[in-house]
């Protein structure tokens, strides 16, 4: 799956989001991604998760096979 795709999807579902992405393999499916977001305030690392895994869910059911997440707050940063 092409980064520029991966990005869109994650802004979508958060809007103000700061996103790094690294292709682990070459492969285009195996993802390294920081999402920093202010919609991660007061969440847990769990919640956060979800929400960046929510707004893949379709993607991670087939071209993407695994996704290393670290979440952070602007101010975490």
Same mark, same amino acid.
Request: glycine fraction near 10%; charge should be neutral.
């Given at each position: 799956m092409r980064k520029e795709d991966i990005e869109a999807r994650i802004r979508a579902a958060l809007p103000d989001a700061r996103i790094e992405l690294r292709d682990l393999t070459g492969t285009a499916d195996h993802w390294e991604a920081l999402v920093v977001s202010a919609a991660f305030a007061g969440k847990s &690392?769990?919640? !956060?998760? !979800? #929400?960046?895994? /929510?707004? &893949?869910? %379709? %993607? #991670?059911? /087939?071209?993407i096979h695994a996704l290393t997440l670290k979440t952070k707050t602007p101010e975490e940063v």
């Open positions: &690392l769990i919640e !956060r998760h !979800r #929400m960046v895994f /929510g707004a &893949l869910s %379709e %993607e #991670m059911k /087939g071209p």
